[in-house]
């Protein structure tokens, strides 16, 4: 599933899409929430609080599954276009914001990683570009937020920490291979697993490794078994 996030809902990705007539990739819609009681389109700013969503479906467990109710027609606030990305592995262009990655809602900010290289820094009501990161290949991990620092792995291989307000990068550590899994904070500390096969543990305001642990898979190209 596609997590939509900014008065929250999750759908399933296609039948979203096909619901908008939109072609699957290169957009990051907002969506109202229902209120069956009003006759006229309610404003952003008059709609009900989004909750404080940090990480990937929400919360360490991962058991937030969105809150409602929603229309019967979702209506698009606001959406953004992003880029592609040309593999120069496999010579195929990605678009879009990946089969992983979910947005990440921070008070009156949104956070999501995009195919196309970069990471994105929206304003949640009105869809403005505050900033946005470019990294070496594409973002398939969702973002974690924790502190006032975002987190989040690359295919570059990278595992990254950002300022939560520039988007500047704060420390990176390098792993064997593809970075795809989202990042989870919990009692402190962020865990993250790669495709080398490593689970890894890292004090998330210093990205000081405190541990890591071998599951299992290949290290180094092509990757992991699983």
């Not at 992983?100 to 009105?126: E, K, M, N, P």
């Not at 500047?168 to 495709?195: F, H, R």
Request: aromatic share 12%; with cysteine; net charge positive.
């Amino acid at each position: 599933p596609l997590t939509l996030i900014g008065w929250v809902i999750i759908l399933d990705r296609r039948t979203f899409l096909k619901s908008l007539g939109l072609s699957a990739g290169c957009v990051v819609p907002v969506l109202r929430p229902d209120d069956a009681a009003a006759a006229a389109p309610l404003s952003p700013r008059q709609s009900s609080p989004v909750p404080h969503l940090p990480m990937f479906r929400g919360n360490p467990a991962h058991t937030f599954y969105g809150t409602g109710p929603v229309r019967d027609r979702p209506q698009v606030v606001w959406h953004a276009k992003m880029g592609s990305f040309l593999s120069p592995v496999t010579q195929k262009v990605w678009s879009g914001t990946g089969w992983t990655g979910t947005a990440v809602v921070v008070g009156d900010r949104v956070y999501i990683g995009s195919l196309d290289t970069y990471l994105y820094c929206y304003q949640r009501f009105t869809g403005k570009q505050i900033w946005r990161y470019k990294a070496g290949a594409m973002f398939k991990s969702s973002v974690a937020y924790y502190a006032g620092r975002l987190f989040v792995g690359n295919v570059d291989n990278k595992i990254r920490c950002l300022d939560a307000s520039t988007g500047k990068l704060l420390w990176q550590y390098v792993t064997p291979t593809d970075v795809d899994s989202s990042p989870c904070i919990a009692n402190g500390k962020m865990y993250i697993a790669s495709e080398a096969g490593w689970m890894h543990c890292f004090r998330p305001t210093t990205g000081q490794l405190v541990w890591r642990t071998w599951l299992g898979g290949q290290e180094g190209k092509p990757g992991s078994n699983g």
